[in-house]
C-alpha cells in the first residue's frame, strides 16, 4: 500500500483458489474517509484500487484494504 499527498493505492495479490475482490479504504485526515473502486482479483494475480481524499482535507492519514471472497 502507498500513499502520496491526497490519493493512496493498495496492491492485492490472490493466493487462493478462488478470485477474490477488494478495495482500498482511505483515512483521509480532517475530511471524510474515502474507498477505491472495489476490484477482482483472479487466483495468481494482482490488481490494485485508488482512492482520493478531498483536496480541502489535510490528506491521507493511512490506507487499508477490504477483501471479501467471491
Keep these: 500500500m502507498s500513499q502520496n499527498g491526497f490519493e493512496a ?3 492485492c495479490r490472490n493466493d487462493n ?7 482500498a479504504v ?7 474517509d474515502s474507498t477505491g473502486d ?13 482512492g ?6 489535510t490528506g491521507v492519514g493511512g490506507v ?4 471479501r471472497d467471491l
Excluded: N, Y
Design 64 to 67: 487499508s484494504a477490504d477483501v
Design 9 to 11: 493505492t493498495a496492491v
Design 52 to 57: 482520493r481524499c478531498s483536496q480541502l482535507g
Design 26 to 32: 482511505i483515512i483521509c485526515g480532517t475530511s471524510w
Design 38 to 50: 472495489r476490484v477482482t482479483v483472479q487466483p495468481g494475480k494482482r490488481r490494485s484500487s485508488v
Design 17 to 23: 483458489h478462488h478470485p477474490i475482490e477488494f478495495r
